[in-house]
């Protein structure tokens, strides 16, 4: 089945500084990658999602990058407040399922002033 | 307000007893979903659903039941809880492929 790693598992940034989280996937034929911002006491919540037939996405201060051939994806958050500090997720579709995900271990982000 | 909701949202019960979890969205999304999240292990499938009537397991099903009688409704029991089954659980639910899925805010389950 499809295996997601996400690292690192923690990230310590200064305010206004970028973050970058990266994970791999290990089956070629995932086609669908989200990723999840989830704040204390909150259950996760979609903030970007990438399918495979585009390379980068951007919105705002947050974008993704897909490496299909490397079966790599990445978050970017540029200029980072501390509203941003939270754990995030990254996610890949399970090939063959219409909708099921195996997730990263997740990424402690915290943005310090 | 639509949206996706789980109850309790704490709870705390003894070895051996029964418990349901509730989950009901608003959304009439055809797909749900049962995590648990646990320290490092991130976010691990439980139970899914495709549809009313139509359950699979997922990774860690052992321990759990599921049932669909009706597509906005989709409970999570531990028929006789165990330790082990202290975690913070999570549904969701998505309209469909490639769709993202639509987490509630979870139900904290501790098991004395």
């Known amino acids: 089945g499809e295996n997601v790693e996400q690292h690192p598992s923690t990230l310590s940034v200064q305010e206004g500084d970028s973050a970058v989280i990266k994970c791999t996937y290990s089956?070629?034929?995932?086609?669908?990658f989200p990723w999840y911002k989830q704040e204390l006491g909150k259950g996760p919540q979609l903030i970007i999602d990438?399918?495979?037939?585009?390379g980068e996405k951007k919105d705002q201060r947050i974008a993704v990058t897909l490496n299909k051939t490397a079966k790599h994806f990445s978050l970017h958050i540029t200029e980072t407040q501390p509203e941003d500090s939270a754990v995030y997720f990254c996610?890949?579709?399970?090939?063959?399922?219409?909708?099921?995900?195996?997730f990263g271990t997740g990424t402690r982000l915290q943005v310090t002033l | 307000d639509a949206g996706i909701t789980q109850s309790p949202r704490y709870k705390i019960t003894e070895t051996g007893r029964q418990v349901t979890l509730m989950c009901h969205q608003t959304?009439?999304?055809?797909?749900m979903f049962w995590y648990r999240q646990d320290l490092g292990h991130g976010l691990r499938l439980i139970y899914y659903?495709?549809?009313?009537?139509?359950?699979d397991k997922g990774e860690v099903p052992d321990g759990y039941v599921v049932s669909r009688s009706k597509t906005e409704n989709f409970p999570l029991t531990l028929e006789s809880a165990t330790r082990s089954q202290t975690s913070v659980y999570f549904c969701?639910?998505?309209?469909?492929?490639?769709?993202?899925?639509?987490f509630g805010d979870g139900t904290r389950l501790s098991i004395l």
């Open positions: 969701a639910s998505t309209g469909g492929s490639n769709q993202p899925q639509h």
């Open positions: 089956d070629s034929a995932s086609n669908y």
């Open positions: 990438i399918r495979s037939n585009v």
């Open positions: 996610a890949a579709l399970v090939p063959g399922t219409a909708s099921k995900l195996t």
């Open positions: 959304w009439s999304h055809s797909y």
């Open positions: 659903s495709a549809a009313a009537d139509i359950t």
